[in-house]
């Protein structure tokens, strides 16, 4: 092999490993959230990169499995969770 076709080569497999890296620091946090809602108790796991938007999420989804309607979103997701546990994902 030449001299630039080793620097190409060198060069796609640096870019490789930052994109594979990437992809797998993208799901950093994982949060457990309990809501307590209408006298019923659920609880929504979610993972992403950002810990606030981890956490609103699993609000979001355990207001969802709660039966909460479109009248009653803000209700739900405005109250205190009942659990609220985060881990890093290493």
Not at 57 to 76: K, L
């Amino acid at each position: 092999m030449n001299k630039v076709t080793l620097i190409s080569l060198g060069f796609l497999i640096f870019i490789a490993a930052i994109s594979f890296q990437s992809i797998l620091d993208a799901d950093k946090f994982s949060c457990e959230v309990c809501v307590e809602f209408n006298d019923q108790k659920v609880c929504q796991k979610a993972i992403g990169e950002d810990k606030n938007r981890t956490i609103n999420q699993a609000i979001i989804t355990a207001c969802a499995g709660a039966g909460v309607d479109g009248f009653t979103e803000d209700d739900c997701q405005s109250k205190k969770p009942v659990k609220l546990e985060c881990s890093v994902n290493n």
